[in-house]
């Protein structure tokens, strides 16, 4: 089973930018389909972007389209999520997710793997 260890939350303020950064262990990391899920205070966790196993495939959230970006270098075996243009909103814990499988998807449910999380707030 894959290892994920996600790093780069912080706290900025509104309209600042940040990267999240997902390292995967344990396996062939180019077998796996990747994913960024976040969950808010009292709110269930929801898809933020998923990417297929060569980059070549990207989705991202309504909410986040156009201030983030997902992307991969599979040669550091490493999934990011630029965020951009980050608004009070985004406030929540980020995870990594990976699924194995070539195909990307928005369902947290397909995912077998989870990362720990990392803390992101925005301030106004």
């Known amino acids: 089973q894959v290892q994920l260890v996600e790093s780069g939350g912080g706290s900025v303020q509104a309209g600042g930018s940040l990267r999240l950064s997902c390292v995967a262990s344990?396996?062939?990391?180019?077998?796996?389909?990747m994913g960024w899920f976040r969950q808010a205070p009292g709110k269930e966790r929801e898809f933020v972007a998923t990417?297929?196993?060569?980059?070549?495939?990207?989705y991202h959230a309504d909410s986040v389209k156009g201030r983030f970006t997902i992307f991969r270098d599979n040669a550091k075996n490493t999934v990011y999520l630029q965020m951009n243009s980050l608004k009070p909103e985004d406030t929540a814990v980020y995870y990594c997710?990976?699924?194995?499988?070539?195909?990307?998807?928005?369902?947290?449910?397909?995912?077998?793997?989870w990362g720990q999380g990392t803390q992101v707030t925005i301030s106004s």
């Open positions: 997710a990976a699924r194995e499988s070539l195909i990307p998807t928005m369902e947290s449910a397909d995912f077998g793997s």
């Open positions: 344990g396996t062939t990391f180019s077998r796996y389909s």
């Open positions: 990417i297929n196993w060569n980059g070549g495939r990207t």
